[in-house]
């Protein structure tokens, strides 16, 4: 079983080539969250999980996920996968935290280097960049499928941040950047009512054809600003020029 969450399709990439590689079920931990899909067994199977980086650690929904997780078995080989911009900050060692305290730690910790979709801050404008990290990228997740086809043991996460730096920023950090305050709509909106229907957590409502976040946090994938038809929504005052992403394989 490969577990994975993501946004604008990295981490399903990366998912969906082990899956490809290994002959193991691909599950959506989003679709989970929505069925209240928490049980699995598997006895002496493999079971990875697939997170993008969010703020150096987790995002909340995989995080939450994990907490609710129950694995019926001995698992044969546990391991984590980390995609990210810049760093995977602690990703590994804050999911393996939680597992630690169910009794089955990770067995291998990985991570991919892919276009970095905080557009407040990263430009994606480039496609010429873009596709050239996403090239680099699969050579990096061709040492991930052999590692887990062999069943190897150990960190092979690169580029991470120091523990307490990434504890410091994924506590103070995440949580402004969740505030869904920070969103503005523009008028090219159609209302097609997309960005409500894909958000995981129904953060948005459609009222007078516009979108209107109802929460005032959400898990802020940011797919919502990537996968608009009309890029009508904004985070801020950068990701206008920074452009939309999306994974070509989503
Ligand atoms: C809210 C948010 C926070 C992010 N924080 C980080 C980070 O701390 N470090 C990093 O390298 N990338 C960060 N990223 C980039 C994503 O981790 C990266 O682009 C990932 O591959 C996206 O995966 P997806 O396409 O499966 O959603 C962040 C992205 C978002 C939306
Ligand atoms: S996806 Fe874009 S165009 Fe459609 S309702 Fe949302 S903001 Fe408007």
Known sequence: ?????????????????????????????????????????????????????????????????????????????VWFAATYGTTPGQTGRFADD???????PFDAFFSVKMPDTWTPMFDLSDPAKVSRI????????????????????????????????AKLVYALEYDSMRRARHFAVEDSCVGCGLCARKCPVAAIE?????????????????ACLHHCPKFAIQYGNKTKRHGQYTHPGA
Not at 98 to 104: N, P, S, V
Not at 140 to 157: A, H, L, S, T, Y
Not at 206 to 222: A, H, N, Q, S
């Open 1 to 77: 079983m490969i577990f994975y969450f993501s946004a604008t399709g990295n981490s399903r990439h990366v998912a969906r080539r082990v899956s490809t590689a290994t002959g193991e079920e691909l599950i959506s931990i989003a679709e989970c969250v929505k069925e209240g899909r928490y049980r699995f067994s598997a006895d002496g199977d493999a079971f990875g999980i697939v997170s993008p980086t969010y703020a150096w650690g987790l995002p909340i929904i995989v995080r939450d996920f994990l907490q609710q997780l129950t694995i019926d078995g001995n698992p044969g080989y």
């Open 98 to 104: 939680i597992m630690r305290r169910k009794g089955r």
């Open 134 to 165: 996403n090239r680099d990228a699969e050579q990096e997740i061709d040492f991930v499928i052999g590692k887990v086809q062999n069943r190897e043991r150990g960190d092979f996460m690169r580029r991470k941040a120091p523990v307490l730096a």
């Open 206 to 222: 459609i009222c007078d054809r516009k979108p209107v976040w109802t929460k005032d946090r959400c898990v802020m994938r940011l």
